[in-house]
């Protein structure tokens, strides 16, 4: 194999690829990654992340792969026969709690959706099995993620259409047009009461990665990388300047929702 960045010391003394290093910036365009599949450079992509918070960890990569290839590689080589008649259906169902769990997430601030975020690629998965159970209920072409199309299957005939175009926009964080399950996971976390004020301080503590006992902007700007957006971070800030987000401020943007 090959390392993405710093190949030797020599590269240490170039500014351009120490600086590629710093902001993880990397692609997948020679030819030896012609042979890698899409999931397999979007993984590599998850282990790549600037920011330890938001990076994956082995945990995360195994459910990954249980969610995104097992399914492709055991997928039986005929369909699956129906459920016998008056069986209970196999398919997990987005309850209304979830649902209004989803709406709202699109309308948190921007420091908050970060703060779940942070949060679904950190905490113990432990006691999530019914969550990926549904996120894998949802992905119908087993691609790993959910399209627009396989939610609108899901909520078809109990919201509009523009309501289910709304509610996947703000699911999808990173505006790929595919809700990950992280993604799926963030914006599910309140509905199931996950935000645990101990599960907050740890969320915290990794935004706070020089443990200064605030979240600077630098802390923000080091969270983005290249996705920093100076407009974004000073709604996160909000209105704090260079001053910091301390916990206690930290606390009150997670229960209302708001600015800080």
Not at 62 to 78: E, F, G, I, Q
Not at 125 to 151: A, W, Y
């Amino acid at each position: 194999g090959s390392v993405p960045f710093l190949k030797d010391e020599a590269d240490l003394k170039d500014p351009a690829k120490v600086e590629r290093l710093k902001k993880a910036q990397y692609n997948f365009k020679t030819e030896k990654w012609r042979q890698v599949t899409k999931g397999g450079r979007e993984l590599i992509s998850y282990c790549l992340r600037a920011h330890p918070g938001s990076r994956y960890t082995a945990r995360d990569c195994l459910t990954h792969l249980r969610n995104s290839w097992l399914p492709l590689t055991s997928a039986p080589a005929s369909p699956p026969s129906p459920p016998a008649a008056g069986a209970p259906s196999r398919r997990k169902r987005i309850d209304s709690v979830m649902l209004t769990g989803f709406r709202n997430f699109s309308e948190f601030s921007a420091l908050k959706r970060k703060v779940l975020m942070t949060m679904a690629y950190t905490m113990d998965k432990e006691g999530m099995e019914d969550l990926e159970d549904l996120f894998v209920s949802l992905d119908t072409n087993n691609e790993g993620t959910i399209s627009v199309g396989e939610l609108r299957k899901a909520l078809e005939g109990r919201v509009g259409e523009e309501e289910i175009s709304d509610t996947f926009r703000g699911m999808d964080y990173d505006q790929s047009g595919q809700i990950h399950y992280k993604e799926f996971l963030a914006a599910a976390l309140e509905s199931r009461n996950l935000v645990t004020e101990e599960r907050l301080l740890e969320a915290f503590d990794r935004m706070d990665s020089d443990n200064t006992g605030l979240i600077s902007r630098e802390n923000l700007r080091g969270m983005m990388g290249k996705d920093w957006d100076e407009n974004v971070v000073n709604e996160m800030m909000g209105g704090k300047g260079d001053e910091g987000i301390d916990f206690r401020t930290f606390l009150r943007v997670m229960e209302e929702g708001g600015g800080a």
